[in-house]
């Protein structure tokens, strides 16, 4: 089946910076990518999705990339906030499968 | 209007009891997901509902798991014979379409606590 690897676990920028995630997936049938932001306490957040066909995909301060050729794909979250930290989880589906495989999630602290 | 709704949201019992848990998803989506989310753990698959469609119940840990759908709408998920490792939050998604690379929802979830 899939298996989805997240890094970093944690990671640490000042206001202002930015921070990038990354995710690599085992299955190359998969062709869905959402990416999820969880506060402490609260439900998982769809913040941005892309789909195979698609390289990039920009929504405000925030920006997936996706290779296919290499199996992975980068959250980039520029000009960060405080209200950005929390954890993120990216994911994958696709081919047979409909259902998401996480990863394990990074938690952001961005420091005022 | 209103999102996926799950109860209880938090559910405290005993080992060895029976629990059962709730997930209403969003108005007119046809797929409804149940994960598992353990202390610091990214999400876990449980079981899958796609209209009037077999489930996917591949992710069950065990025979103590199981779901149902009534009417293609609310989901429960009863655990029997709680044992400590089940604690957990519970998390319910459900998304339009046939469910295949649609955005999924998510609710609250339950958090369940085994004593």
């Known amino acids: 089946g899939e298996n989805v690897e997240q890094h970093p676990s944690t990671l640490s920028v000042q206001e202002g910076d930015s921070a990038v995630i990354k995710c690599t997936y085992s299955?190359?049938?998969?062709?869905?990518f959402p990416w999820y932001k969880q506060e402490l306490g609260k439900r998982p957040q769809l913040i941005i999705d892309i789909r195979s066909n698609v390289g990039e995909k920009k929504d405000q301060r925030i920006a997936v990339t996706l290779n296919k050729t290499a199996k992975h794909f980068s959250l980039h979250i520029t000009e960060t906030q405080p209200e950005d930290s929390a954890v993120y989880f990216c994911?994958?589906?696709?081919?047979?499968?409909?259902?998401?495989?996480f990863g394990k999630g990074t938690l952001l602290t961005v420091n005022p | 209007g209103a999102g996926v709704s799950q109860s209880p949201s938090n559910k405290v019992t005993e080992k060895g009891k029976d629990v059962e848990l709730r997930c209403d998803p969003i108005?007119?989506?046809?797929?409804l997901y149940w994960y598992r989310q353990s202390l610091g753990q990214g999400l876990e698959f449980l079981i899958y509902f796609q209209g009037n469609s077999a489930p996917d119940k591949s992710g069950l840990p065990s025979d103590r798991f199981s779901a149902e759908r009534t009417g293609g709408s609310v989901s429960t998920l009863t655990i029997q014979r709680t044992q400590q490792e089940d604690s957990a939050v519970y998390l319910c998604?459900?998304?339009?379409?046939?469910?295949?690379?649609?955005?999924?929802?998510f609710g609250d979830g339950t958090r369940l606590s085994i004593l």
């Open positions: 994911a994958a589906s696709g081919g047979s499968n409909y259902k998401l495989t």
């Open positions: 299955d190359s049938a998969s062709n869905y």
């Open positions: 998604a459900s998304s339009p379409d046939r469910g295949r690379n649609q955005p999924q929802h």
């Open positions: 108005s007119g989506h046809t797929a």
